[in-house]
């Protein structure tokens, strides 16, 4: 995963469509208990690595409302894991092949985004 949706989101659900991956569901279908704005999915975000920017950001009228986060690899397996047990996420969770862990099912993430940045969750520019 490389973007999160944060609470300056207005809820307007214009990013859910656009979403390649379907990675994106409202706050009504987050499964967040008690979320209050559109969720991001980690273990289904691609960061549309294949556009010029994520499709979620270049729809999205609310500036800072969708920013980088760490990579979805092995390496950041621990980040996600903690984050998940947090309730900050709530990756999914197979029957037979346990959760959706970057060590099992890492995704495509742009290079060009520094760690400091995506540390800093700073805003997806267009």
């Not at 969708?66 to 092995?74: F, G």
């Not at 309730?87 to 760690?115: A, D, L, M, W």
């Amino acid at each position: 995963m490389a973007v999160m949706i944060t609470d300056l989101c207005i809820n307007c659900d214009s990013c859910i469509d656009e979403c390649p991956a379907t990675a994106i569901v409202s706050a009504d279908d987050s499964p967040i208990e008690d979320a209050e704005y559109t969720y991001v999915k980690p273990e289904k975000c691609i960061e549309c690595v294949d556009s010029t920017m994520p499709k979620c950001a270049d729809v999205c009228p609310t500036e800072g409302a969708i920013v980088w986060d760490m990579p979805y690899t092995s390496e950041y397996n621990n980040y996600y894991i903690s984050r998940n047990e947090e309730g900050i996420y709530n990756i999914r969770i197979h029957k037979k092949q346990g959760i959706f862990s970057p060590e099992k099912k890492p995704k495509p993430f742009r290079e060009v985004i520094t760690i400091a940045q995506r540390e800093a969750h700073e805003a997806v520019q267009i």
